[in-house]
């Protein structure tokens, strides 16, 4: 059984420093503590991130605007993989993320729901913000 995940978040970046900031490797380990990042911005490429505690491929990326790929946590059963999405909006010099994942163990619920606050929004706004201020 799965369910999924909707938030809405608004940071203050253009929707090109939001997108860049999720698919290039250097600005994702950045934002994401420090932690090993690899990621392969093509359509059907891959990506590691975390540490390699996320892996997954990269569905469709429309540069400034989405971001969709098939995402899954290694503590998932072999093959198990859920689909995010990041809608970005240009919103006059903050960036609307509109992000959904679906397909995921009904158990990762709770954790997934916090740590997409936790390990994505938050420190994206604080390294978003701190490149702003360079």
Known sequence: M??????EVTIKASAKKVFDALTDAKQFSAFSGG??????????????????????RNIELVPGKRVV?????????EGVYSIVRFELSDEGGSTKIVFDQAGFPEEAG?????????MY?????????EAVRE
């Open 2 to 7: 799965t369910k999924s995940i909707h938030q």
């Open 110 to 118: 709770p954790h997934l729901e916090a740590g997409w606050t936790k």
């Open 35 to 56: 932690a090993p990042a690899e990621i392969d911005a093509q359509e059907g490429g891959s990506f590691s991130c975390f540490g390699g505690h996320i892996k997954g």
């Open 69 to 77: 790929q098939a995402w899954r946590s290694v503590k998932w059963g």
């Open 121 to 129: 929004w938050e420190p994206l706004k604080a390294y978003l913000a």
